[in-house]
């Protein structure tokens, strides 16, 4: 099996170091960054939990090698709140609607809305509701992710007007 | 100053005086405050078992059986061993060495001997029969799929139909007999009711197998720490449980046996106690004498972990000309596997069928069977079925008797002023309030004009429906099963002045940090951020079944009440002491002590309390600590009422949910937002159980519904908007609360299908076989019968598809992967065949050939031997059971506590209800059992 | 659920790429997006000795207005697509399609060459070059080939691609600007595979279709041409064609297959009504306007 000298920034800050061929970029992120944030909830690209953002996008991490990510920025949930604890208002909006119970598929939803609330993109609430059908919940029956979801809408319009 | 008693005797008769100072407003009980737990898992903090990291761990994957049934011929480790990097591979011979029992929920000894991997003979697919220890996951199943195991395949006992007919699961067993309760009958006076009933009503339920698939799967990591201790990191639904589970089940009273679990990805029924896999990695971790790691993966949760549901029940029903209920005798049927995590045949689907109703008169047959499925486990309201039968037999009958549903409702119920009841079954009933629950659903939602506007759409060609079902729940259980205890509630305020909760509660989702949180604020007078909750550690607090039975808010809630209470007495008492004054002037509130003018803070009271005790009341011993342990009524019922306006588009059998409505009694709410996320989530488990979710066998035992393509979770689209109204009648509990954890998982299921129901009257009477997928609604609206098949992989369009079979599709050979490359089938790694390594069967097929499943994961079957059909005539024994007793209870006496015997030699398929089905189409080679071999190709 | 071990190559030019599928004789696998692949590799569905990951290819890249139609190179990403003025403009049915391809996150990945080349019966894209009368575009040590889409599907998973040939690009020929597109789907969740699905477009002049093209998909083996129903839309009036002709001549060149979704019997009937009211809204607008 080969093994990759790979660089690539993580939450801001850069990580190098080998990786084998075969190993995740969800694995990767866990084991070797840290990153225990970024949750496997089935390996196969459906659950959405694992859900991070390369360079500017939502991907499935567990559908990604970490060798496919040498040279990129990847954003985990953990590196999305201020240095001082302040949330990313996606985060806030999750908590203020009550958007969690479990916490695991959270980190994945939380990514999912931040790369698409990005500062430049105005995502209707309809456009982020499509993206949320590929992360699963089994705890909240998506109440709270919806209401935050619509709060959200609302302020990207409102920043952008 | 007295000791504070450990335990209280009693329940409110003992709680401590409640100040004579003015009555305080709430402040944090009924707010939808942000959960403290919150900010950590937002952002990516959270410490789930898989995050759990130990110095000098290993990693185990698992070789498992890939057939449903045989005896292991051939067990070869060697070649998993050379793997480099592999520690150990184990298999039960090793195992051996340690005695252990698997027992139940209820910490009895299973029916059959079950070890944790096969030893000579396999009754599942996807068995574990060999643990490979490695350096990493990867290399553990690398070695996984290298352990060679050659089984002497039998045709395997895969349905309940199978079960009845077919040889037995355990062949030392008479039977597939797991647990039985009930007559087989109906008793001549029930007999002569239904004969002479106005309206007679045989109703039929299905209900299919369910996952209960939390999103993170099961997981442990065993840190063998010398001969003396043990610590656990467990996904569980209580570390006391577990820990108090595995001592037990490993008969290791003298080990020091600890389990941590933080943050736990939800648990639903599957995470109540560990199983086989658990078991197993702990034995190995004890074998090798390091710390084990296993972590479940998605396949293995969707094929292997225990599972629920797979029920059938016919309910005889009598009623009156005016739609009353007169009697009634139910036939149930409960699939448990062939290694169920307790014995069970579900009595509690007889026990909760009525409270809510007048019945005169009930009488069932109840059976659990064992077949070649992964075992039974408890999934969120294992009892639902009641409701389901109940409710969806409820509207039928109103149908026939050209009622409305909310009509034959209203004449059945029972009603806050009747109380209190018994129940036909003659369990009293002194606190519900479904009735009143419905009537305030019937304020909010205009029936008649729904009524209207339905009639509008059918002329326009679409077909809405609305569902109504009313219910109650047991919640909060204590001191009628040795497992279901009262909760106990240690309470300090620290010298820091902050207020510091040790709770055997636990969180799989539910937030107990914050609603307990939120009882000790205000109770205390504290500032509700300045309280902090610790769980999750069984070193910690007590004895506590945890989250089960939907009982935390209702017990634990109660003991942090008290608790709080103990400790605002004594707080006031210092301060009283220290301001000079009185106890009873002292008020408690944002975290100080006032008295007139004065006041001081928790942490200058503490401060005393810890470092001057001199300072103290005389005789008050120095601390500002307390604990309590609470022991609630022994049931404290929930109820409610829901609605639901749906629309069945004919041309494709699609259902939308339009609107979901509940009006839910679950007394006083600490946390509204709480509460309505635990019935929204339990609702959007029932539209899964009633439109998406089902694991399904093919012929030979296998799981073809192996992933998250082919098993079905609700998404953000599968469940509405819910609307909530909250009736809110306390409980006599302490704090007034009622269980809230599971009803949404029971409620919703009937909802929804009665007015899928109503909105497909006009095509008939809907038959109830969940789930209610397009395809088999729109074979009830073509009128067309629809045949579900155990479909069989690799076998085209066999028998039972209905219509003409389609053109067989070409197999593809070599299929190409993206960007037309060529990873083919038959390179290096491929001899064994596409099988998942370490789990799941073999397969010799292309990854799909346009029948497969999502990932082409369906399985072929391969030499099913003969199935030999018997009819057996066995005297069905009646096994002693009482109330709500777990078959697995050797103490237990049937329900109102006579004694009856059943006829002797009546046969199986005489009783109602089996007959209705055609028994099913089977493959029967005229071949030996044929050998399946897992093992990999030289 | 971890893939077994292999060596993975990220070549820089698409002979290269050919070269590594060469030399390793069959025991290689292209990685385009992994949307498919890595589920595959994490059950151990797939085992290949090497990966070729030709994301990083830039002649792979790109969507261009060529030869009056659209060039959409194999690893752009189904999003790139999806977000392209390009596509809505040029295809609009080819815009409705790629939107239903998986989910937002795995269109981020996922790449329009590694669905076409893949073959999933059930897919979007496939159907959809299959229906526009698009032209895959490969590479192999023997040379560029450019396949029509309505004869690269042999069966499920399986292409007229050679082991070492490899797709660049997709080539779907122009339509006209007034041309009418057609696409309906029904799958049990959003981003789910598709019970199914019929996809085309129809260019209509003075009243009458000039032009016709249709497939399913979860029709059969492969994406399903409806050649029959073609037929009978050449030069039909729109004042005066039969819908249930057309209806029965599309599903008389299907071979639904069933599953544990549904069976191949509720695919033709559900299939059926689809395209009707997928026909109706195609042609009945104009007319109505």
Redesign the interface.
Known sequence: ??E?QIHLRINGLSWSGAV?????LA?FL?ERAG???????????????C?VVVDG????S????A??AGGSEVV???G??APD?T?HPV?QA???E?G????????GI?T?LAA?TAPGRTPSEEEL??????????????????RAVRRLARAVREVAS | MKREPLQAAAVVAERPQAPVAPARTARYVGRRVPRKEDPRLLTGHGRYVDDVVVPGMFHVAFARSPVARGRIRRLETRPAREVEGVQAVFTQADLDRFPTTLVSFFFQPPDVPITPLARDRVVYAGEPVALVVATSRAVAEDAASLVEIEIDEEPPVVTLEDARHGPPVHPEKPDNINAELGDEEPDPELAAILDSAPLRLRHRVVHQRICQSPMETRGIVACPEGRDELTLYVTCQSPHLVARWVATALHLPETAVRVIAKDVGGGFGLKNHPWKEEVAVILAARLLGRPLKWIEDRYENLTTANQAREQEMTLDLAFDAEGRLLGAFGDYHLNVGAHPQLSECNVAVHMFLWPAYHLPRYGFISRGWYTNTVGYAAYRGPWAMESLIRETALDRAARRLGLDPVEIRRRNLVRRSELPVTTCLGMPVDDISPAECLERLLEYLDVAAFRREQEEARRAGRYLGLGIATYVEPTGAAGEMPVMTGELAQLRVDPTGQVVATLSTHSQGHGTATTMAQLIAEHLGARYEEVVVFEGDSSRGGFSPGAAGSRQAVVAGGAVILAAERLADRIRRIAAHLLGGEPNQVVLEEGRARLGERSLSFAEIAQVAYGEPKRLPPGMEPGLEVQHRYQPPPVTFSSAANACVVEVDTATGFVRILRWIVAEDCGVEINPAVVEGQVAGGLAQSIGMALLEEVVFDERGNVTTPTYKDYLLPTIFDVPEIEFLHVGIPSKAVGGMRGVGEGGAIIGTPTLVNAIADALAPFGELPVELPLTPPKLLAFIEGRSYAPRRRVAGDAASPGAAGEPAPVPARAEGGRRPGGGAARRGGRRLGHGDRHPHGGPADDRPLRDGRGTAFGLARKSRGAGRVRRRRRGKPVALRPGRGKARQDDPEVRPPGGGRRDLGQGQTGPARPGAGDRAAPVRATPDSAPARASARSAP | MKPVPFDYYAPRTVEEAARLLAEAAGGAAVLAGGQTLLPLLNLRMSQPLVLVDITRIPELKGIREAEGGLWVGAATTQNELLESPLTARLLPALARAVRHVGHHATRNRGTVGGSIALGEPAAELPATAVALGAEVETYSPRGRRRIPAREFYLAPYATVLEGDELVTGIRFPPWPAEHRPLFAELARRPGDFALVGVVGALAVAEGRVERAGLAWFAMGPTPVVARRAETLLQGAALADWDPAAVVEAALADTAPFDDHHASGEYRRAVGGRLLARALEEALGRREAA
Request: net charge positive; hydrophobic share 35%; with cysteine.
């Open positions: 099996m080969s990759h084998e061929a075969r190993q995740s694995d866990r990153c225990t944030g970024v949750h496997l909830g089935c390996e196969h690209g459906v659950c959405g939990a859900t996008r939502a991907v499935r567990c559908l990604m090698l060798v496919q985990t949930a953990e999305l709140a604890g949330l985060q999750l908590l203020e009550h969690l119970q479990c916490g695991f598929c959270t980190p939380v999912t698409l509701l499509a993206a949320l059908s590929g992360n699963l919940c089994r705890c909240t029956g998506y109440q709270g992710i919806r």
